[in-house]
């Protein structure tokens, strides 16, 4: 896993502009399956894989959960949503996967 937090990546949009401290724009009581609904709705598939690329990268690593929590710390907390860091990313990925698999297209990531 890269470590560089100054690179952007998929899961960066998804923290930042739905779950993140204006996540009310999207949902008045920044409930976590109408946020995630709004990011599936109006993401392609090609950046949900990205996003799913992410979680893979964060749960392989065994810093991974850490870096994760460092890297949004300041932006998002998913304790309010009742859940720890590995119980969000794990809903996430399930979601994302189910929402590909439902609309017809595959999660398997590209080996490049």
């Not at 690329?53 to 309010?80: M, S, V, W």
């Amino acid at each position: 896993m890269d470590t560089d937090m100054t690179k952007s990546c998929e899961m960066d949009n998804l923290v930042g502009a739905y779950f993140g401290q204006d996540c009310d724009i999207f949902d008045p009581d920044c409930d976590f399956d109408n946020l995630l609904n709004e990011y599936l709705n109006t993401s392609p598939p090609f950046n949900l894989r990205m996003l799913l690329a992410n979680i893979y990268e964060f749960e392989q690593e065994p810093e991974g959960l850490h870096i994760f929590d460092k890297r949004y710390n300041f932006d998002f907390a998913p304790d309010r949503w009742e859940m720890t860091s590995a119980q969000w990313l794990h809903a996430v990925k399930e979601r994302v996967i189910g929402h590909l698999y439902a609309h017809g297209h595959s999660s398997e990531l590209s080996k490049f």
